[in-house]
């Protein structure tokens, strides 16, 4: 395992654990449960492009490319939280040198980059566009490593440098991205309560769809949200007829 996954899984994840019992508060072992991740407590966003002169269509189709990678839109003149840092990274930035600037700051940060943090300009040849994903996919790594790092946040999501070709489809660099947050930085979990009603499960910090089941019943389900820095580890405590209530 390398130093980056190692702090993402350091700073990024934590134990959860879900309760089911039934309606007096009694646990319930061996219950069904799944957990599937919605999305991130950490902020991976994008600056909406000037739409207004695309068509309705286009203008969804941008919005839904858009929608599949990020869970925060913002416009270009939102303003930094009070305590938070705002960090651009510059072209052809050196990888160890910009994370020895992210130690330097205090409280939290907030990175910016577009395509030309990665080399992506305009139109360039096959090996070029590969090397801008590589480029992307580490410094989103980096960034989501970091303990101090808040959010990640894309400007120029669409046109001659961004993530998107003039006609919407996804660049390569896109594409990256959309594994590493849909994908590797991604939690999902399955299993049985234990003897005292419980499943636990390490993941990422986000919001959690959970379903829990007895027998063929049909599923309850319900959000969880799994957050850094709380007291106690996650916890979510889910209520379910039991035979006993019947």
């Given amino acids: 395992m390398t130093r980056i996954q190692q702090q993402i899984e350091q700073h990024r994840q934590g134990e959860a654990c879900i309760e089911i019992c039934d309606s007096t508060g009694r646990p319930l072992a061996g219950i069904s449960v799944w957990a599937e991740q919605e999305s991130h407590e950490f902020t991976f966003g994008c600056v909406e492009p000037d739409l207004r002169s695309l068509s309705a ?11 599949e990678l990020f869970n925060r839109v913002d416009t270009a003149d939102r303003s930094v939280d009070a305590g938070t ?14 994370r020895a600037e992210l130690d330097r ?12 943090s990665i ?11 590969r090397r801008a994903a590589e480029r992307a996919a580490e410094l989103y790594s980096l960034g989501f490593a970091h303990p101090a790092v808040a959010g990640i946040i894309w400007d120029r999501f ?42 636990r499960f390490r993941s990422f ?23 850094r820095g709380a007291c106690l580890p996650g916890k979510l405590t889910m209520m379910l007829r039991s035979e ?3």
Wanted: with cysteine; proline share 3%; glycine share 12%.
């Fill in 244 to 246: 006993r209530d019947r």
């Fill in 158 to 199: 669409s046109g001659d440098s961004g993530l998107l070709r003039p006609d919407f489809a996804p660049r390569l660099a896109y594409r990256y991205l959309h594994k590493l947050i849909g994908t590797i930085w991604h939690s999902r979990a399955d299993g049985v309560t234990d003897s005292g009603g419980q499943f």
């Fill in 119 to 129: 080399g992506l300009t305009g139109e360039i040849d096959a090996a070029a566009e």
């Fill in 205 to 227: 910090f986000g919001d959690y769809r959970v379903a829990a089941r007895i027998g063929d019943r049909p599923a309850v389900t319900t959000m969880f949200r799994h957050r």
């Fill in 105 to 116: 700051h205090s409280g939290a940060i907030e990175i910016w980059l577009d395509g030309s």
């Fill in 57 to 67: 269509d286009d203008r969804e189709r941008c919005r839904a490319r858009m929608a």
């Fill in 85 to 98: 840092s705002r960090v651009s990274v510059p072209a052809a930035a050196n990888l160890g040198q910009f």
